[in-house]
């Protein structure tokens, strides 16, 4: 999009067509990407790290979660979420000795992302940088790098780098384990179909757009979703959004739910959403205003809902999770008068040290 066209795009235009790319994003990841994400995953595999540390912020601090229950689940190793100020603030300096230290930003930009990543290299870890920009500082001191190639991003709000980080990381994992990365084939698809049914959004927006607060609750691999969704409908409408597990949200939360509170329920089509049933019949018993993102049979037994494709494997639905979130988030904020674009506040690169 040029800077002519960025100028003339009406409110809600850049957002609107950069979450549309998002399949093509998806598609050139899979045919462009993979190769070069299975030869790096094949060198650092070649290293047998024990265990895997994820650093991050924002939208993608919910990706490096995600792919905390990829490496726990499918590799087996445990994994964990880095405390930067451990370091750039408190000067600690851990033994990263065969440690595996995943750092994920769309801009590669941020100090403490950069001074965070030098220190775990200095540590003997084997450094990975997963961004959307291959000249970025990130990138450089960075050992291996992962680029996402979901193209300029002009929306403050990250739809499509989130969904490209998705996929590279899950293209990563798959790598690590020697997998073929075959159950992605399908995504852009269907991410396609999803996001023709923009007007079934924009009917469920309506239900939100004068709303106080909402709760979006998942378990298992839907929960970085659950996490993503609020993070989305907070920085565009203004709404606070608040995510819980649904194990968490019985441990006291629940309370704060009644008859006209609207809760957002991400179910995935596997063990995560098996587990999630309990929370969803607590849920009706409270009368809760209960939207569910999930299969028809879950959306069939909720107050209303987005259907999603069946037969898609747990590890990868949520890179579709998110996208009907991500149009919810951008009606709610354009029935609100308000412009999903530019929220207030807010810039592309936060630079935080």
Known sequence: MSASTEAAAPRGGIMSAEMAEQPEVLRRILTEGAPRIREAAAAIAARSPRFVLLTARGTSDNAALYAKYLVEVLLGKPAGLTSMSTTTAYGAEPDLSDCLVVTVSQSGGSPDLVASTEAARKAGAITLAVTNNADSALAAVSEFHIDVLAGPEKALPATKTYTAELLALYLLVEGLRGGDGADAARLPEYAAEILARGSEVAALAQRYRFAQRLVITSRGYGYPTAREAALKIMETSYIPAQPFSGADLLHGPLAMVDNVSPVIAVVPDGRGGEALQPVLERLRGRGADLMVV???????????????????????????????????????TMARGLDPDAPRALAKVTETH
């Not at 590890?315 to 009606?331: D, F, T």
């Open 294 to 332: 999930g299969t028809a049979d879950q959306v069939a037994g909720a107050s209303a809902g987005f259907a999603l494709p069946a037969g898609v494997p747990e590890e990868v639905q949520p890179i579709l999770e998110i996208l009907p979130l991500q149009l919810l988030a951008y009606e709610i």
